[in-house]
């Protein structure tokens, strides 16, 4: 078996059949791969819309346990030479699986890859899910350019060579209830391990991004909240100097986060949609006030943990 494809799936009803359908017309011959469904105590209609697809296995874990600890359990159960994780809210291009074999086929000591992402449709000049997808993406769109390794890849659209990886046992996704900062996490010990990460442009999904300004706002504000506990904590990391442990202090560096992350958004987009993302600025900008209100609610939550010795 040449790939794996890993799906975690919690109340993925209303997308999982877009999934599916462009998994059971890839390009790749269908005996080369197989297609892994971990249902993460879904409560909607997730696995009996799957089950209707002949070819997808379904895998039950015992209880919600985050997206990360369903990667880990599904990648136990692949057989495939090489493991992609897909999110449960894309459409496929047709090619996917074939770009992530080849890529792992022809890059040298190559560990892991991740693909770009485009949006779900053309969201619309001012939309909130334009909004959505310029600060979500910056870092994996299909032009953006890469002159050393990059830090970390989303994992939504990601693909180990289970050989190198999955032999170190120490290379495992978080798992818990973290929504994000996952993928930074399972990069950086990749990393620390020795293994090359490469940005494979070409192998592409579609995103459905949030489209009101609620969910945008939750996204980004999710999004803070989980950073002190993953940069602040891998001094190593890019920006981790962000994000001091106490609150007093994180709150000085509050105006550098606002201004500095907008300008790397901006400064990623700028070559390819100068003119969307210069007009959106004002909602990159809200976006990462949620972003900042998140990272100070985080900074507590974890100067606390420490005080109670946790």
């Known amino acids: 078996m040449d790939v794996s494809v890993v799906i975690p799936c919690h109340n993925a009803a209303d997308n999982i059949s877009r999934l599916l359908d462009g998994l059971s017309k890839q390009t790749l011959d269908p005996s080369r791969y197989e297609i892994l469904l971990v249902d993460d105590g879904s409560t909607d209609d997730s696995a009996a819309i799957a089950s209707s697809f002949s070819r997808v296995q379904i895998l039950h874990h015992s209880c919600t346990s985050g997206p990360g600890a369903s990667r880990n359990f599904g990648a136990d159960e692949a057989c495939g030479r090489i493991i992609l994780f897909l999110d449960s809210d894309l459409q496929v291009s047709p090619d996917l699986l074939e770009k992530h074999l080849n890529a792992h086929s ?3 000591n190559l560990a892991a890859a991740g693909g770009s992402v485009l949006p779900l449709g053309e969201p619309g000049i001012f939309s909130w899910q334009l909004a959505d997808h310029l600060s979500s993406w910056f870092n994996a769109h299909s032009k953006v350019k890469y ?3 990059p830090e970390y890849l989303p994992s939504l659209n990601f693909s180990i060579d289970r050989t190198s990886v999955l032999a170190n046992r120490n290379l495992r996704w978080a798992s818990g209830l973290m929504h994000t900062g996952e ?4 990069c950086h010990a990749l990393k620390v391990a020795g293994l090359r990460l490469a940005f494979i442009p070409d192998a592409t999904v579609f995103h459905q991004d949030r489209m009101a300004l609620r969910g945008y706002t939750m996204h980004m504000y999710r999004w803070g909240e989980h950073a002190p506990f993953v940069r602040g904590e891998i001094k ?9 442990r106490q609150p007093w202090l994180q709150a000085l560096f509050l105006p550098i986060i606002l201004i500095g992350y907008t ?14 993302v210069t007009l959106m600025l004002p909602q990159l900008i809200f976006g990462r006030l949620a972003y900042i209100f998140g990272v ?3 900074s507590i ?9 946790r």
């Open 183 to 186: 993928d930074v996490l399972y």
């Open 263 to 276: 300008f790397l958004v901006w400064k990623s987009w700028l070559p390819t949609r100068p003119f969307q």
């Open 236 to 244: 190593n990391l890019q920006y981790s100097f962000l994000f001091p």
């Open 301 to 309: 939550a974890r100067w606390k943990e420490g005080r109670s010795g």
């Open 147 to 149: 002159s050393r390794p």
């Open 296 to 298: 100070m609610n985080g």
């Open 106 to 108: 022809l890059i040298p």
